[in-house]
Nanobody, 118 residues
Framework: QVQLVESGGGLVQPGGSLRLSCAAT????????MGWYRQAPGEQRELVAV???????NYADSVKGRFTISRDNAKNTVYLQMNSLKPEDTAVYYC????????????WGQGTQVTVSS
């Protein structure tokens, strides 16, 4: 069983930056693909960025060039650096862990609110 705890959300002005962190416990972090998803009010949850156990990354078109996902396997933590934030980035951001082989073994954090507003 993997537990995920996100932190780093908050209120930021348009054009500002935030760094989200997701700390994992209870599993072998390095064998999980890690992702960040977000869900705005009334919207479906959507993929923001993913980093595989091997370090490959992929981003939603809407955040390419602005967001960067990274992981520190020694700290069992995945990060999402968010720059040039826009009001449309406002959402609850969720951390996800998916076993690199057993794809049904997936876990979610509780979410952290990001609000971009002046």
């Amino acid at each position: 069983q993997v537990q995920l705890v996100e932190s780093g959300g908050g209120l930021v002005q348009p054009g500002g930056s935030l760094r989200l962190s997701c700390a994992a416990t209870g599993g072998i972090f390095s064998i999980y693909d890690m992702g960040w998803y977000r869900q705005a009010p009334g919207e479906q949850r959507e993929l923001v960025a993913v980093i595989t156990s091997g370090g490959s990354t992929n981003y939603a078109d809407s955040v390419k060039g602005r967001f960067t996902i990274s992981r520190d396997n020694a700290k069992n933590t995945v990060y999402l650096q968010m720059n040039s934030l826009k009001p449309e980035d406002t959402a609850v951001y969720y951390c996800n862990a998916e076993h690199r082989v057993i794809r049904t073994r997936t876990y979610w954090g509780q979410g952290t609110q990001v609000t971009v507003s002046s």
